[in-house]
């Protein structure tokens, strides 16, 4: 008659099931995403079988799912990845430096920090709608006609509308608004992760404040600072909804300032100064208007463009994490 | 004087005015260097302001040539009437409807990711080994950055067709729409999972060991411990992440436009198409509303709504954290 420990035991028995049953419902959860995530790639694939192909890469939107090709998206993309960095970095990394050393405890950091988690939070729409009532439409102050601004750089002359329409410069800035907090963020990680002995040395030896920053911290905090940039950066190019309030284009048959192939550059220098103030459409628009439409031969198109979008967001990734890996090995505090 | 200088900077050997000088030079470019990026700084207070200035006065106070929204509709019509009509020529302009489809979505979003996020991040934390975990935590990543268009279409060409109308239509009888809340909801739930697993175990994972080895020193099995302690434990932080994940799901544009359709209607029926309040700002912004009209300056309302409400819920979010916070030494 051993009747109490066989109770402890079928109980201890019970206890331990549940725990293994919790364990496996865990795990399946965890898989459950990763799951979901390969069969969408898997899909997307599939469906694009046969579509993404070299005249895909090389040939304008069309009428005729067999011709359509993403030609224009992918320049409109790649001239929003050029000025959303030319504009978030100066800026988050001015911020940043701000906050992390110049004003570590004053009234201004502690309502930034605040303000940072809050921004974050807003909903990508919104920045689309404060993008189209400043940027494209700036609050209609120019009336009903826009004006042209010509500036003469010496070599080249810019036409700059006002207010500035569906234009390339417009969405960049309303890019730059919304990754700004994550870029500041980042930036301030990376230079609190620069040591404060570093800093004190430069002291040391006569250095005023912004030149221990410009040639001791910057330099230190560069690869950190670098890597958050693109990752942001990369997330902005995913974005469609600010785009598609701002009015980007969707039927475009031509790229901004008519450069279509890296020779133009060269042959077309004029179009360099046209195409941050011509229309243009993204690659996210693209897919949207191709996931729109009803002919259903366009989800095949619209899984080539997904997949184009996929690789500049890989090759983008792929960036930050060779510079983060690379710059991780050769600092030896 | 001049002895007196020399007296009090006895190493100097230059002209002690020279020095000032310059001196001062570098004292004016590092004061020029602090105002601009004081100024960076200050950009991004200015965004926020810019947001709210820029709502409130197309939708309520009306600075400039056109008539603010609520001056033409009433704030009572906006809150109680149950027709969103903007379109029709017998304007209704209810906000409910919109709102009904902007938590139907959110709702069922959060009935997917809030349990299986938490899980996942109980199986991270507590059980996973290191290796699986470096292996898995990258995979969850790549789950966030998927843009949310490419969402969009899998929830129309492969969340409707393949796993929606065969359970739902040829099994059940329900009668399923070729857009429908339920494939936006889902999709909507699959990218807000890593959201909710990745800050829920960072709340768990703050935890400190000591409860844990407390535990199984009274003989807890290892669920015991999970469950009984360690979750109580993180409650605020897993709190704060619901919360964020579900206002980042009421502000999740995209994949709702494409798959839940245009449709406003005043209805739980998860088969149907909904609209919600992004895609309305999304379909009115793809045709040609003329500025200044009410249908145009609807867009600014709506866009406030969704801003109090995502604001309010990041707030609440923070409130939870810092207010229901257990503290460990």
Known sequence: MNKPKSVFESRLAARHRQGRLFGAVCMASTWFGIGVLVVLLAGVTWQAGGWLNWSFLTHFDSRHPEQAGILAGLWGSLWLILFTTLFSVPVGVGAALYLEEYESNGWLQRLVQVNLSNLAGVPSIVYGILGLTVFVRMFGVFGSQPKVVEMSLGFIDVHIPLPFGRTVIAAALTLTLLILPVVIVAAQEALRAVPSSIRTASYALGATKWQTIRHQVLPAAAPGILTGVILAVSRAIGETAPLVMIGALTYVAFTPGDISSPTDIITNPAGLAEAPFDTFTALPIQIFNWVSRPKTEYQHVAAAGILVLLMVLLVLNGVAITLRHRYQKRIRW | MASANVVENPGVQSDPHLLLRRFSL??????????????????????????????????????????????????????????????????????????????????????????????????????????????????????????????????????????????????????????????????????????????????????????????????????????????????????????????????????????????????????????????????????????????????????????????AMNILSQVVLSRYREVYE
Request: aromatic share 10%; hydrophobic share 55%; charged share 10%.
């Open chain 2, 26 to 311: 570098a004292r004016a470019k590092e004061q020029a260097i602090y105002c601009s990026l004081f100024l960076c700084a200050l950009l991004s207070v200015v965004t926020t302001l810019g947001i709210i200035i820029v709502l409130v006065n197309e939708a309520v106070l009306a600075v400039g040539p056109n008539a603010a929204f609520f001056q033409e509709v009433s704030l009572w019509e906006f809150f109680t009437d149950t027709r969103w009509t903007p379109q029709f020529a017998d304007k209704h302009f209810g906000v409910l409807p919109l709102l009904a489809g902007t938590f139907l979505i959110a709702g069922i979003a959060a009935l997917i990711a809030l349990p299986i996020g938490l899980a996942s991040a109980i199986y991270l934390c507590e059980y996973a080994a290191p290796r699986t975990r470096d292996f898995v935590k990258p995979l969850l990543e790549i789950l966030a950055g998927v843009p949310t268009v490419v969402y969009g279409y899998f929830a129309l060409v492969f969340v409707t067709p393949y796993l929606l109308k065969p359970i739902f239509q040829d099994l059940l009888g329900f009668d399923v729409g070729v857009f429908n809340a339920a494939s936006a909801g889902i999709v909507v739930g699959v990218m807000i999972l890593p959201m909710v697993s990745s800050l829920s175990e960072d709340a768990l994972r703050a935890v400190p060991r000591g409860l844990r080895e407390a535990g199984y020193a009274l003989g807890s099995t290892k669920f015991d411990v999970s469950v009984k302690i360690v979750l109580p434990a993180a409650s605020s932080g897993i709190m704060a992440s619901f919360l964020l994940a579900i206002s980042r799901a009421v502000g999740e544009t995209m994949a709702v436009s494409i798959a839940a359709g245009m449709t406003p209607s005043l209805t739980l029926n998860p088969f149907r198409s909904v609209q919600t309040m992004t895609s309305y700002i999304v379909n009115v912004s793809l045709g040609d509303t003329p500025a200044g009209s009410v249908q145009y300056q609807s867009l600014y309302a709506i866009a406030l709504t969704l801003f109090c409400i995502t604001l």
